[in-house]
């Protein structure tokens, strides 16, 4: 069979088999068949080279085919692939545990392992809920949350994304109902007097006692709008739950891992939640795997009252591959200047992207650490754009009114100056 057989072949199965993410089945925009990845680069079926300017929706922070990382998990398949986590344990895991309640913000030191990002938010509202009953409290069995925020497609995570706009209204009628607030205005501490907690303190004063935590993702609401906030919010967020008794849970799923410039974006506005939820970075792309992470107050409550155990266990919990690739990603991001090449990313982002305020059609530009969006007042094109982008060598995945980049920390600075400068051109055209 030719190699323009064996494309055809392939991409025919697709059509004729595969559901992708948000699409039809087939896809309305026939998907790119992808060959290998090294580095920033995947290489098509075509023969492009195209830089990722996605990380594979964040995740891919050190690149493809690390050699570091391709070493771990050949190292632990050696070893065992997979173990069941009832009833037993491997130095994997418990390594993986010490290091993330070393590394996290303050206070979080009892780790749940979990499959995926939307997983780790079921898990973290099972916990609030759980950490109530055993109180006694069972009454306090909402949520609150912010507009144009995103957590997830599992219907816990799903009952929390924006009502509107978070690509789940369809099944509004069957989610839980929970409360919703303005998502905060403030870009800058600069910006802040105290209207964006307005609806909040309302809601709070109201219903506090139906309420058993607040979740929201800190300074960077991601696929439910990608739009930043200040964080004088997340601090006032974190006295509020501390003053109307109910556990702030942290979505860091996104942001985790030193996209916005900090490890955690917690850290800008220097608070530590009751509960937080990780994923997509945390084995550098290379296996679906999360964790949820709470303080030990909280977990004892739940270990020692009630029914005496967390309702849930992952079959593939705290997999020996994920956890040792998910070590090894931490270890090596901990080994290189990251903070100073995120900066230098941040820099290329604005240095590329702000020139685009001034395109028609635009709405506005943000760059925070490792991400630049441009928001356009009406739907991107997405296979338009997309193609233009492509043939300037450069994969981004637009949706809504957004296009946006995440590149991979090891992008060049000429790298970035491509993936600004495609970016510019895409939409110019």
């Known amino acids: 069979m030719s190699f323009f057989e064996k494309s055809s072949r392939l991409l025919a199965g697709d059509e004729a088999h595969i559901w992708h993410p948000y699409a039809p089945a087939p896809s309305s925009i026939a998907p790119h068949l992808v060959e290998s990845a090294r580095g920033t680069r995947l290489h098509l079926a075509d023969g492009r080279e195209v830089i990722d300017g996605m990380s594979s929706w964040w995740a891919v922070i050190h690149g493809y085919n690390h050699p570091v990382l391709n070493q771990a998990v050949s190292d632990q398949l050696e070893a065992m692939a997979h173990v069941m986590f009832g009833g037993l344990t491997h130095e994997p895991a418990v390594r993986l545990a010490e290091k993330l309640a070393a590394i996290t913000p303050s206070g979080l030191s009892r780790v749940f392992f979990c499959d995926s990002g939307s997983v780790a938010v079921e898990v ?17 069995k909402r949520l609150l949350t912010i507009r144009g925020g995103y957590h997830g497609d599992t ?45 909040m303190e309302n809601i709070l004063e109201a219903h506090s006692d139906e309420i058993a935590a607040l979740i929201l993702e800190p300074i960077v609401q991601g696929a439910g709008g990608m739009r930043f906030y200040c964080p004088e919010f997340l601090r006032q967020v974190r006295s509020l739950c501390d003053e109307y008794d109910l556990l702030l849970i942290a979505d860091e799923i996104a942001t985790g891992f030193g996209r916005t410039g900090r490890l955690f974006a917690c850290e800008h506005a220097g608070i530590s939640p009751d509960i937080l939820c990780l994923g997509k970075a945390i084995t550098g792309g ?31 919990m705290a997999n020996p591959l994920a956890c040792a690739v998910a070590l090894a990603s931490i270890d090596l991001l901990e080994s290189y200047p990251w903070k100073q090449r995120v900066a230098a990313i941040e820099n290329g982002l604005e240095k590329g992207l702000f ?43 637009p949706f809504g009114r957004l296009l946006y980049t995440m590149p991979p920390f090891i992008a060049s600075d000429g790298e970035i100056e491509q993936i600004t400068k495609a970016m510019f051109r895409a939409l110019s055209a």
């Open 355 to 397: 020139p685009c305020r001034e395109l028609a059609g635009v709405k506005e530009v943000r760059v925070l650490g490792a991400i630049g969006v441009i928001e356009t007042r009406e739907p991107v094109p997405v296979q338009e754009v997309q193609d233009r982008l492509l043939a300037q060598g450069v994969w981004l995945r």
């Open 155 to 199: 219907f816990g995570a799903m009952s929390v994304c924006d009502p509107v706009n978070g690509m789940h209204h369809l099944f509004s009628e069957v989610l839980m109902p929970q409360f919703f607030a303005a998502a905060p205005r403030c870009r800058a501490d600069a910006d802040w007097d105290g209207r964006d907690l307005e609806e």
């Open 286 to 316: 290379y296996l679906s795997f999360a964790a949820t992470l709470t303080t030990e107050a909280i977990s004892q409550v739940i270990s020692t009252r009630g029914l005496k155990m967390l309702m849930h266990g992952p079959t593939f």
């Open 124 to 140: 973290a509202i099972k916990m609030a809920l759980q950490y109530w009953m055993s109180r006694g409290r069972e009454g306090k």
